[in-house]
């Protein structure tokens, strides 16, 4: 019997794609921008730092482009995407990395810092989607990377907005990968455990940096993710520290 024809793409590099990083500045967000600038795609590396993504760019040279810009903002993030097709002519996906925190029992935890990181952690992604969206389905695909955590998957103590933004994520992104498929646009959520990045580094400064992972290792699966062949999505992936403290 012989067998059918393969008519699905299968992309060997990121080389002629557009990408939008969001927290692509330092961290895991400056690994991504990295990983796939080296692998010939054009990024937009966005941060709410505008210093820190001209830095990055001037960094990674060719084939980057730098944005200041706050993801909960909603005319930064049209912005944004217009900067990024006038730019490079077109965007096939976006990571919606940037996400902030503030580990503090909940009595400490006030409505301002709350709203804050909800509108970072949460309502960016959701901004950035929706706006991407509207090209994306224009071109018939597209794909929109969200970077959670293991914070979406359990709860440790004094992070509750940390966990409440991040369990969303996760939500929202399987939510849109239900809507979106059918219009060609893939959705993937990309669950990281610790990372040796400033995130974590800066804050807890005693941290085992053993129990954590390089963040070019998450940066590389953000690019396997990406390359998967025109007919398969990769929904959720989680990447772990071989010590990884906060998952079993």
Not at 66 to 81: C, K, M, Q, T, W
Not at 118 to 123: A, E, W
Not at 198 to 223: C, E, H, K, S, Y
């Amino acid at each position: 019997m012989k067998e059918k024809s393969m008519t699905s793409r299968t992309p060997t590099s990121m080389a002629g794609r557009t990408v939008l990083v969001t927290g692509g500045g330092q961290g895991l967000g400056a690994a991504i921008c990295q990983e796939l600038a080296a692998d010939g795609a054009h990024v937009l590396i966005g941060d709410i730092d505008e210093g820190k993504a001209h830095a990055m760019a001037r960094r990674i040279g060719a084939h980057t482009d730098a944005i200041g810009f706050d993801v909960g903002n909603e005319s930064d993030v049209r912005a944004a995407i217009d900067r990024a097709i006038s730019r490079f002519g077109h965007l096939d996906a976006v990571v919606n990395n940037a996400a902030i925190d503030l580990t503090v029992p909940i009595d400490e935890l006030g409505l301002a810092d709350w709203d804050r990181i909800l509108r970072t952690n949460l309502t960016g992604p959701f901004l950035v989607s929706r706006h991407a969206c509207a090209h994306m389905k224009q071109r018939g695909h597209g794909h929109i990377v969200n970077i959670a955590s293991t914070a979406s998957k359990r709860a440790w103590p004094n992070a509750a907005v940390y966990h409440a933004t991040k369990w969303g994520l996760l939500g929202l992104s399987h939510a849109l990968h239900a809507e979106l498929r059918p219009q060609g646009i893939k959705v993937s959520a990309v669950v990281a455990g610790g990372m040796r990045t400033p995130f974590l580094l800066d804050r807890f400064p005693d941290i085992d940096t053993d129990t954590l992972q390089d963040p070019g290792n998450v940066a590389r699966t953000v690019r396997f993710v990406l390359l998967q062949p025109d007919e398969t999505v990769i929904p959720e992936v989680m990447v772990l520290p071989m010590r990884e403290t906060s998952w079993p």
